[in-house]
């Protein structure tokens, strides 16, 4: 794929719900259970974070939930890639981006939602053909203002902030003209999951699915 292919079919994703569920999961056996109740509640994009020794085979059970679409994130190297894809990811996250990575992602035909905390990053990117970024760490980088002003320059740049997204200020994120989508957390708390309350999930789901974006 193109970088340009790249970020068309990342922007795809990136519209399906206003928020992606950044998951760090321990325990694989919780996996499919956890995507159902997610996509049940309308987020159906569902990130795994490769923090885990069991990240990989999280990602190959959620792969099998209908409606689902599971990608991989905390993705850092060609190795991550080829290990992400074969296990079923059918995009990858990263919180910045090397050139080995995205040449590796490229050679793939793996989406990727590559980071960019700066404008000389984000340049770096645009200049390559990336024109949906992750701006990561959100709020340790500035946050919607810091956003709003990279917007202003830099309009051709559509962004999933990620990084101390909250319901405190998620509405704020969603309310950018140059912000797609966000991901976060709080849709799948590691004490909800270890109760397996999979109903509670579905609820904090559909909150989160019926944030207004503009």
């Not at 509640?41 to 999280?58: H, I, K, M, N």
């Not at 080995?100 to 035909?109: G, I, W």
Request: hydrophobic share 50%; with cysteine; net charge negative.
């Amino acid at each position: 794929m193109t970088p340009q292919d790249i970020s068309a079919a990342t922007l795809a994703l990136c519209r399906k719900a206003p928020v992606i569920p950044v998951i760090v999961i321990d325990d694989p056996a919780r996996a499919a259970p956890l995507a159902q109740a997610l996509v049940a509640g309308g987020l159906p994009v569902l990130e795994v974070t490769l923090r885990t020794a069991t990240a990989l085979d999280a990602i190959r059970a959620m792969a099998r939930v209908e409606g689902g679409v599971v990608g991989a994130g905390t993705v850092l190297t060609p190795e991550d890639v080829a290990a992400a894809k074969a296990a079923g990811a059918r995009f990858a996250v990263s919180p910045g981006a090397t050139d080995r990575l995205l040449d590796a992602c490229e050679a793939a035909d793996l989406p990727l939602l590559p980071g960019a905390a700066t404008a000389t990053e984000a340049m770096r990117l645009l200049e390559r053909g990336y024109a949906v970024q992750k701006f990561f760490p959100a709020e340790a980088a500035g946050g919607v203002p810091a956003l709003k002003a990279i917007g202003a320059p830099l309009p051709q740049i559509t962004f999933c902030p990620t990084g101390g997204v909250s319901p405190a200020n998620v509405a704020d994120y969603l309310s950018l003209h140059n912000v797609v989508c966000v991901g976060g957390s709080w849709v799948a708390p590691k004490a909800v999951i270890e109760a397996r309350d999979w109903a509670d999930i579905s609820r904090l789901a559909r909150d989160a699915a019926t944030l207004p974006r503009d």
